[in-house]
């Protein structure tokens, strides 16, 4: 599909509203613009992990598809499933996270065991890959609160879910799979 963007600057969200992709004007702050401004979030931070990734770690093919299914999942929810235009959506399928669950899965199967709780932390891409997880978690609530107003895809939550668990494998992955990660120590009692 090709799109082609000729204006930038439209003006038309200047009092505070937007369009969903059938036309439907919605406040900024509308439940569903809240999940879409969250996934365009992770998607900036998939390109920081993409830009801390080591050159030839096979991870970026796999970054560069997780960004491609974050537009997806833009796509599925801009047009909502009881409007106008619900039959011409496009809609993300389970497929989508069978390949998430693939990537993961080549991922842990190289990591030695957890023998503790994983602090954020270690290598930079380590760290913006904990990030990247935290930010899906936030997606996570913001579409489960979402779904309790209106109807939305089922399977987008489950791919935000496992792309928690993604993001948090992929930063034991960049921690030398799991060798350097930073494990937490509690703070002895009488030293807090």
């Known amino acids: 599909m090709s799109i082609r963007i000729d204006k930038v600057v439209t003006r038309g969200g200047d009092g505070g509203q937007t369009s969903l992709g059938d036309g439907t004007r919605v406040?900024?702050?509308?439940?569903?613009?809240?999940?879409?401004?969250?996934?365009?979030?992770?998607?900036?931070?998939?390109?920081l992990v993409r830009a801390h990734t080591p050159a030839g770690d096979d991870v970026a093919h796999q970054l560069t598809m997780v960004q491609n299914l974050l537009f997806d999942m833009g796509a599925d929810l801009c047009l909502p499933e009881e409007g106008p235009m619900a039959e011409r959506a496009h809609r993300v399928e389970e497929a989508a996270l069978m390949v998430i669950e693939r990537g993961l899965e080549e991922l842990r199967i190289r990591q030695r065991p957890l023998s503790g709780f994983v602090l954020p932390g270690g290598s930079v891409a380590a760290g913006w890959a904990h990030l990247t997880r935290t930010q899906v978690r936030r997606a996570e609530r913001r579409i489960v609160g979402l779904a309790r107003l209106e109807r939305v895809n089922p399977v987008l939550l489950k791919i935000l879910n496992r792309l928690s668990d993604y993001f948090f494998v992929l930063a034991r992955h960049f921690n030398h799979d799991g060798q350097t990660d930073v494990v937490w120590q509690p703070v002895p009692k009488g030293e807090k």
């Open 27 to 47: 406040t900024k702050d509308h439940a569903r613009i809240e999940v879409l401004g969250t996934l365009d979030e992770i998607n900036a931070l998939v390109g």
